[in-house]
């Protein structure tokens, strides 16, 4: 099945039970999808994402490192399945000319991908199946609003994923329900 490239629109906190949520997005803006994830993973995105300089590496930062010392590289990771509510992944690295494909959850892949700058796929069966098409609608009103709003509005920044996020986060604040985990 052919797969979708997708983007990380924002990490936010699902209000209702206090849990990370993860949000990708296609760039045709066709599906939106919130993934739950732990706050441990959530963090290492949220770093990955702002560049964030840390004294000590995390995780995620010592196996980019010891990838990198294999003379590997991430060169895409992919939310292949969604099975009884669970997503999973798979995380695909290029080492002396040979494909290796690793198991992985998808918070741990998408956070190593953001540090590879790596692209990030979602299976085309699976984005249908966890788009929800209300974060979809939301996401666009987000963006129309922050257009029509232009520079005048408070809410307006001159980074568009920094509104963006804040936007969405308000939105989830408002009581959207988790239906799948990570």
Not at 3 to 13: E, G, K, P, T, Y
Not at 136 to 153: D, I, Y
């Amino acid at each position: 099945m052919p797969s979708i490239l997708m983007n990380v629109v924002a990490v936010a906190v699902d209000q209702s039970n206090n849990t990370p949520i993860v949000i990708l997005r296609d760039p045709d803006k066709r599906f939106a999808i919130p993934i739950w994830i732990g706050l441990l993973e959530a963090s290492a995105i949220q770093i990955a994402l702002q560049q964030v300089a840390i004294p000590r590496p995390m995780t995620h930062d010592l196996l980019k490192t010891t990838i990198e010392q294999l003379d590997g590289r991430v060169v895409s990771v992919e939310v292949s399945d969604l099975r009884q509510d669970t997503f999973y992944a798979v995380i695909n690295v290029e080492r002396n000319g040979r494909a290796l494909t690793l198991d992985a959850r998808p918070s741990d892949a998408i956070a190593l991908a953001l540090r590879f700058r790596a692209p990030i796929f979602v299976d085309e069966r699976v984005a249908t199946a966890a788009s929800r098409p209300e974060l979809l609608e939301r996401l666009k009103k987000s963006e129309s609003e922050k257009t029509a709003a232009g520079a005048t509005s408070p809410h307006a920044s001159t980074d568009p994923e920094d509104a963006e996020a804040r936007q969405i986060i308000e939105q989830l604040e408002s009581g959207v329900e988790p239906k799948w985990k990570a």
